[in-house]
């Protein structure tokens, strides 16, 4: 946020993730509730983007990511979260 004066939709993304590491997950939470999305989108890459048998949920799944992002921004930009 210095250098741009935008948010960043990830800031605490690494350390809500060590937190769920050490089962700390209402840490986790209070530090980035999309912390879940990081295996998820893991295990997306590392089954080739098919998560699912069927396309239009593995599309779910990346439209569900994006928009828990996105709301994760508008929270930053507004200043409550």
Known sequence: MRLTGIPCPGCGLTRACAAALRADFAE???????????????????????????????????CLIALGFGVKFLLAVCGIY
């Open 28 to 62: 986790a939470f209070r530090l980035h509730f999309m912390f879940p999305a990081v295996p998820a989108l893991a295990l997306f890459v590392l089954f080739g983007g098919r998560l699912f048998r069927r396309e239009w949920l593995n599309v779910l799944l990346l």
